[in-house]
């Protein structure tokens, strides 16, 4: 697995978490696969808490797969939210 500061672990932790956001811009922003998600939630979180999101993400809570979701969800942006980039997200 690729190597990440704690700033994106916790990134890539908080948009796991995310309904609306899919594993495939998880990929885009940080380039890692599901599987590799999964690891880092698996290490990153206690027991109970990988087992909480397992469950979450498997019970169809949140869509976590572009193909899965519909087409509105997949263009859901906060109203204070401006342009994001990739990884960058532009100053206010």
């Known amino acids: 697995m690729k190597y990440f500061t ?11 978490w995310e309904d609306r956001t899919t594993f495939d811009a998880i990929k885009l922003q940080f380039g890692i696969t599901q599987g590799e998600v999964e690891k880092l939630m698996r ?5 109970s808490g990988f087992k909480r999101w397992r ?14 979701a ?17 990884n960058s997200i532009s100053k206010r």
Not at 6 to 16: N, P, V
């Open 70 to 86: 519909n087409a509105d969800m997949l263009r859901f942006k906060c109203n204070r939210q401006r342009a994001i980039s990739g």
């Open 55 to 68: 469950k979450r993400v498997s019970s169809g809570v949140g869509v976590k797969h572009a193909f899965k």
């Open 43 to 47: 290490s990153e979180l206690s027991p």
């Open 6 to 16: 704690e700033i994106e672990k916790d990134r890539i932790i908080e948009m796991a």
